[in-house]
Structures are given as C-alpha cells and as structure tokens.
Nanobody, 124 residues
Framework: QVQLVESGGGLVQAGGSLRLSCAAS????????MGWFRQAPGKEREFVAA????????YYADSVKGRFTISRDNAKNTVYLQMSSLKPEDTAVYYC?????????????????WGQGTQVTVSS
C-alpha cells in the first residue's frame, strides 16, 4: 500500500501561483511514477501532469503546459506541482496518484493509489 497526502491548495487570484505537495509513505517511493489529476465540479477527472520514477521524464496536459511544473524529491518521498499564471479554469480539486511503473500516464485508470485531494480555487 502507498499512502498519499496532498497539501498546498488554497484560494489565489488569477495570475498568481501555488505549489502543491504530495507526501508518500508505505512503499519505496522511487519505484513509482507519479501523476497529478484534477476534477472540477460537474466534470470528469482530467490529467494534469506526470513524472517518471527517476524524474527524467515529465508530461503535461496542453492546458497547463508552460504554466505548471511537476517535480519530485525521492529523498523526501514527495512530488510537487508548481502552478503559475493561474486561471479561473484551473479551479478544481487536485489529486496526486502513484503508478507502480517507470513512467506515468494520462489515463487515471493506470494509477494504483490516490490521495484525498486538495482544493485549488482561482478567483478572477
């Protein structure tokens, strides 16, 4: 089992920045690719970003490319999502997820473990 706990969400004005963190415990963190997904009210969960287990490969949804950066610190068992130039349409609950594989993916069903989510609200 892998336990994931997100933090860092909150209320921010459009154009602002936030950094989300996801702390993992339970298994060897470096054996897992990590992903961030988000779900807005009334919408399906969507892919945001993913990173391979050694951090060498990163992937982004087109909607966040150039504004968000995913990174990880395997010594701290933590994955981060740095969000900049935030827009009201980025408002959602953000979830981190772990996949027992070298690389992550854009499909939520590929991931084995999920956190409880953290709310991000961007005001206009």
């Amino acid at each position: 089992q892998v336990q994931l706990v997100e933090s860092g969400g909150g209320l921010v004005q459009a154009g602002g920045s936030l950094r989300l963190s996801c702390a993992a415990s339970g298994r060897t963190f470096s054996n897992y690719a990590m992903g961030w997904f988000r779900q807005a009210p009334g919408k399906e969960r969507e892919f945001v970003a993913a990173i391979s287990w050694n951090g060498a490969n990163t992937y982004y949804a087109d909607s966040v490319k150039g504004r968000f950066t995913i990174s990880r610190d395997n010594a701290k068992n933590t994955v981060y999502l740095q969000m900049s130039s935030l827009k009201p349409e980025d408002t959602a609950v953000y979830y981190c997820a772990a996949r027992h594989n070298f690389d992550g993916g854009v499909v939520a069903g590929l991931y084995d473990y999920w956190g409880q989510g953290t709310q991000v609200t961007v005001s206009s």
